[in-house]
């Protein structure tokens, strides 16, 4: 603190280091005080921001255990590039010989042939129809075969016919029609009501025709008796449910001797890996409340939040989930338990009728992929539970998320703290410098007054 006079100057006293010596009783005591609860409120605030960190991080992946299909997962292969397949997660194991016998197709047309594509045809409506839809297209007398084929391309309600234009050079050029929308019962048809554009409706030659496809499921004609499969047929190249849950997408016909085997598996690494993950985060989090909560060098040491957060962990961990619909209702019946640090393990203690954690948890992957995914995902499930319980204290109007906003503010107090008692500490200084001054003035009149009466009474002292 910077001083604004001298004092002592007329007393000859050390007023500026008593002064100096006042105010420094007054003002390190609460400094100290203050220091202390500054750290002490930055050390809880960063242990709370860790908390709530280290809880989002685990929320981060029961969020993934938490969606119904998250065991539902399938392998799903072909041992043929004529199809691909996949599934909703829920088809039955199982393999399949798939022969492809007919790709679908849209109709294509030809138009009568004419010398360029400049040439004109006449005027009127074409009307192209499937058999389900139908849109207009106007001609003018003026319009040549590439201003027709972009009227056709431009139309608003076209359903899927390309027009294009091939120029045979000395065999003249030709419009080409070509319809997207695949199946016999979609056939392309150009009709016109005015016979100047017979050229190109009326006359059109059929190029190729409009066909479903056509899979057999399971044929053996080597079989005796053979045996000739399941014949089905789509509009589209896309067979869905024909096995329940499986979409088939035919790509090419395949040969007679080269059916597609097509399999399906349910994704035990799938499962496995999901598992794995829970049980590193649920560890993860466990090691960091501990570390918070360590007595010594926790930053929350003997924290109740802490506290609460391990128990409830633990008791979700160990209690059975009521109402499932399956055979497993505890983590136990997956193999795992906790051990004495209240971590998560695959249980090495065997089960006279289920085995080893291990054996236990790849016997639920291989036959009840379904009832883990219950057990984690139901409403009253493992990981339902431990993500209502981590929402209730990092939500925005969560425990932690609220103590942590309490924190931040006393925090930022603490600066309105200094600065009060910085204008304490002056008012004092200014109140101990009047007092100091009088002093200073009293002291140096009374050693004025003393100078004077010294030199008097040496005046009336006799001469030699």
Known sequence: MANITSLGIGSGLQLESIVEAYINAEAIPQEIRLQEKEERLTLELSGVGSFKSALSSFEDILKKLTKDDAFNKQVVSSSSDAIDVTSNGFASNGNFKID??????????????????ADTVGSGILTFGNGTDAFNVSIDVTDDLSTIRDKINAESGNFGVTANIINGGASGSFLVFDSQVTGESNVLTVVTSDTSLNAISANNSVARIAQDAKITIDADPDAIPAVTGTIVSSATNEFKNVIEDITITAKSVTAADSSALLSIAQDKENGETLIDEFIAGYNELVNQLTGLGAPKQGRLAFDPNVRQVKRDLADIAIQAVGGLSGSL?????????????????????????????????????????????E???????????????????????????QREKTLTERVADIEIEYETLEARLRSYEATLRKQFSFLDATVSSFNATGDFLKSALASLSPKD
């Open 375 to 401: 057990l984690f995902a139901s409403s009253g499930g493992i990981a339902s539970q431990l993500a209502t319980m981590i929402e209730s204290y990092i939500d925005s109007d969560g425990v932690l998320t």
């Open 100 to 117: 492809v016998t007919q790709l679908a197709t849209g109709t294509r047309l030809h138009t009568d042939t004419f010398t360029s594509s």
């Open 329 to 373: 209702s505890s983590l136990s019946d997956i193999g795992l338990e906790l051990n004495r640090e209240g971590e998560l393990e695959k249980s090495t203690f065997n089960f006279s009728n289920g085995g080893t954690g291990q054996e236990r948890l790849n016997n639920a992957l291989n036959n009840d992929l379904a009832d883990i995914g």
